[in-house]
Protein backbone atom coordinates (compact mmCIF):
# COMPACT_ATOMS: atom_id res chain seq x y z
CA UNK A 1 0.00 0.00 0.00
CA UNK A 2 1.32 3.36 -0.51
CA UNK A 3 2.01 6.15 1.56
CA UNK A 4 0.32 9.41 1.54
CA UNK A 5 1.64 12.44 3.01
CA UNK A 6 0.31 12.74 6.87
CA UNK A 7 -3.01 15.08 6.58
CA UNK A 8 -4.23 15.14 10.17
CA UNK A 9 -1.62 16.68 12.35
CA UNK A 10 -4.02 16.38 15.47
CA UNK A 11 -2.37 12.38 15.42
CA UNK A 12 1.19 13.88 16.51
CA UNK A 13 0.18 15.77 19.78
CA UNK A 14 -0.21 12.45 21.37
CA UNK A 15 3.38 11.60 20.51
CA UNK A 16 4.90 15.16 21.20
CA UNK A 17 3.19 15.04 24.29
CA UNK A 18 4.86 11.46 25.06
CA UNK A 19 8.50 12.80 24.36
CA UNK A 20 8.81 12.86 20.23
CA UNK A 21 10.21 15.88 18.75
CA UNK A 22 9.85 17.72 15.62
CA UNK A 23 12.87 17.89 13.46
CA UNK A 24 13.80 21.16 12.73
CA UNK A 25 15.38 20.31 9.12
CA UNK A 26 12.79 17.99 8.10
CA UNK A 27 8.91 17.04 8.16
CA UNK A 28 10.01 13.79 10.54
CA UNK A 29 9.48 13.00 14.00
CA UNK A 30 12.58 12.19 16.40
CA UNK A 31 13.03 10.57 19.95
CA UNK A 32 15.32 9.35 22.08
CA UNK A 33 15.11 6.25 24.83
CA UNK A 34 17.69 5.38 27.75
CA UNK A 35 17.72 2.46 28.89
CA UNK A 36 19.33 0.70 32.02
CA UNK A 37 21.99 -0.92 29.62
CA UNK A 38 23.35 -2.34 26.35
CA UNK A 39 21.03 -5.42 26.50
CA UNK A 40 17.87 -3.62 26.90
CA UNK A 41 18.55 -0.99 24.38
CA UNK A 42 19.36 -3.57 22.17
CA UNK A 43 16.48 -5.75 23.55
CA UNK A 44 14.11 -2.62 22.44
CA UNK A 45 15.39 -1.84 18.57
CA UNK A 46 15.07 -5.77 18.18
CA UNK A 47 11.32 -6.06 18.90
CA UNK A 48 10.77 -2.75 17.18
CA UNK A 49 12.31 -3.86 14.06
CA UNK A 50 10.22 -7.05 13.86
CA UNK A 51 7.57 -4.54 13.82
CA UNK A 52 9.12 -2.29 11.09
CA UNK A 53 9.93 -5.67 8.87
CA UNK A 54 6.37 -6.50 8.90
CA UNK A 55 5.19 -3.34 7.81
CA UNK A 56 7.52 -2.20 5.60
CA UNK A 57 8.18 1.02 7.24
CA UNK A 58 11.86 1.39 8.58
CA UNK A 59 13.47 3.68 11.17
CA UNK A 60 16.70 5.98 10.81
CA UNK A 61 18.02 5.44 14.13
CA UNK A 62 21.34 4.90 16.24
CA UNK A 63 22.45 3.08 19.22
CA UNK A 64 25.44 3.72 21.52
CA UNK A 65 25.06 1.74 24.58
CA UNK A 66 22.09 2.39 26.26
CA UNK A 67 20.23 5.29 24.46
CA UNK A 68 18.56 4.80 20.99
CA UNK A 69 17.92 7.86 19.11
CA UNK A 70 15.07 7.19 16.14
CA UNK A 71 13.73 9.54 13.58
CA UNK A 72 11.09 8.55 11.56
CA UNK A 73 9.98 9.75 7.95
CA UNK A 74 8.46 8.22 5.25
CA UNK A 75 10.89 8.94 2.44
CA UNK A 76 8.19 7.93 -0.47
CA UNK A 77 6.48 11.01 0.74
CA UNK A 78 9.39 13.34 1.84
CA UNK A 79 7.64 13.36 4.86
CA UNK A 80 5.56 12.25 7.82
CA UNK A 81 2.55 9.79 6.80
CA UNK A 82 0.38 7.38 8.95
CA UNK A 83 3.12 5.01 8.72
CA UNK A 84 5.23 7.49 11.13
CA UNK A 85 2.25 7.31 13.36
CA UNK A 86 1.82 3.90 13.56
CA UNK A 87 5.59 3.01 14.07
CA UNK A 88 5.91 5.79 16.90
CA UNK A 89 3.14 4.16 18.87
CA UNK A 90 4.19 1.09 18.67
CA UNK A 91 7.80 1.68 19.60
CA UNK A 92 6.31 3.59 22.58
CA UNK A 93 4.47 0.50 23.87
CA UNK A 94 7.72 -1.38 23.44
CA UNK A 95 9.16 0.29 26.11
CA UNK A 96 6.06 -0.55 28.47
CA UNK A 97 5.91 -4.02 27.76
Same mark, same amino acid.
Given at each position: ??A???????????????G???D??????T??Y??RN?IEAF??M???AL?????????E? %????K??T??????????? %?DR?IK?A???D?LTT?
Amino acid at each position: MKAEPLTDRSALAPLLANGWAADPTRDAITKTYIFRNFIEAFGFMTRAALWAEKWDHHPEW %SNVYKTVTVTLITHDVNGL %SDRDIKLAQKMDSLTTA
